[in-house]
């Protein structure tokens, strides 16, 4: 339900949406059990004294990877402050995603299972609030310090991961029209510049009068006219 639409909207009731939303709690289930055996062991490692490894010194595909990571952590929790839990659902589902790529990026072992580890924990912790039976399961099995209930909530750590740029989807009224690339760290403001000098923007709010913009962190621009 949480996934199929905003929780202020109505719904309409579809077995396929069950099913898909089952289909993904059971994919995290699978994940975390095939790779039960080296996250406890990682963190027993750390419970004993042991450090992740340095994430500034990774190499290019994993900052890249690092860099997605908290790109969309950093949209899961704007939705969560919104209450966009439909959204959220996504972008858990974004998350799970990015973790069988772990893998292919790293020719460390000992990197490989820290990024594993990060991971896993970062996605239990945001499928907590609307998944709490399986990821207070998990939390347990996999060994994690505590309660998830009581482990804090993921910060971000994107500083060592920036791009120069991003690009971000603008929207007209709701409706997409275009993308801009605005610096990564424009404030409002430069990036709202940005949108309305667009060429296609501009020919598309011409004679009208714009009422507000709203703007979405690293995602999206919307120009609402009148």
Not at 41 to 66: C, H, M, V
Not at 71 to 97: A, H, I, P, W
Not at 173 to 201: C, F, M, Q, S
Request: net charge neutral; with cysteine; charged share 25%.
């Amino acid at each position: 339900m949480m996934f199929a639409a905003p929780p202020d909207q109505s719904l309409e009731w579809s077995d396929s949406g069950v099913e898909g939303s089952h289909r993904f709690l059971k994919r995290v289930w699978t994940f975390a059990y095939e790779h039960r055996d080296r996250l406890n062991q990682e963190n027993n490692r750390i419970k004993s004294g042991g450090t992740l490894p340095d994430f500034e010194n990774a190499n290019s595909k994993q900052k890249e990877w690092l860099r997605q990571f908290y790109q969309t952590v950093d949209q899961v929790k704007f939705d969560y402050e919104r209450t966009q839990l439909n959204t959220v659902v996504s972008g858990c589902m974004k998350l799970f995603n990015l973790l069988p790529l772990v893998p292919n990026i790293n020719d460390n072992e000992q990197m490989s299972i820290s990024m594993l580890l990060k991971g896993v924990s970062v996605l239990l912790r945001l499928l907590s609030p609307i998944a709490p039976h399986l990821t207070h399961q998990l939390w347990l099995d996999l060994n994690f310090k505590g309660d998830i209930i009581y482990a804090a909530w993921p910060k971000n750590n994107m500083t060592s991961f920036q791009v120069d740029e991003i690009e971000l989807v603008v929207q007209i009224n709701g409706k997409l029209r275009t993308k801009v690339t605005v610096p990564h760290d424009a404030d409002t403001k430069t990036i709202e510049d940005i949108a309305k000098n667009n060429e296609k923007v501009r020919a598309s709010i011409v004679d009208k009068e714009i009422k507000k913009i709203i703007t979405v962190p690293g995602r999206l621009i919307n120009i609402v006219t009148g």
